[in-house]
């Protein structure tokens, strides 16, 4: 069945930099919308980003805009959330999700189809 396998989740300090992969698997890749989002304890998953089919077009939520960056790697099936200047507000478990959405502009849980075990970031102060 189709996977999605996050990486690159640990501990850093405030301000500092981590970079999350996420590969695929049994799924043509480029055709999904690719997000990330996030879910902090006890709070509800929010939508961090999402990037289109060819990585053309990337859309961020306004808490992580200007410091994250979403790419992806169609070659290797991957897609990437580099995020930089952490603040201990972005400490959560960080989920990956391709959708076959029929707009690229995605920050719709629901719509998406594939989601991936979740890698924890923890932002110490």
């Known amino acids: 069945q189709v996977q999605l396998v996050e990486s690159g989740g640990g501990l850093v300090q405030a301000g500092g930099s981590l970079r999350l992969s996420c590969t695929a698997s049994?799924?043509?890749?480029?055709?999904?919308?690719l997000g990330w989002f996030r879910q902090a304890p006890g709070k509800e998953r929010e939508f961090v980003g999402c990037?289109?089919?060819?990585?053309?077009?990337?859309w961020y939520a306004d808490s992580v805009k200007g410091r994250f960056n979403i790419s992806r790697d169609n070659t290797k099936n991957t897609v990437y959330l580099q995020m930089n200047s952490l603040k201990p507000e972005d400490t959560a478990v960080y989920y990956c999700?391709?959708?076959?959405?029929?707009?690229?502009?995605?920050?719709?849980?629901?719509?998406?189809?594939?989601w991936g075990q979740g890698t924890q970031v923890t932002v110490a102060s």
């Open positions: 990037i289109s089919w060819t990585g053309g077009g990337t």
């Open positions: 049994r799924l043509t890749f480029s055709n999904y919308v």
């Open positions: 999700a391709a959708g076959r959405s029929p707009v690229a502009e995605n920050n719709d849980a629901w719509s998406y189809d594939y």
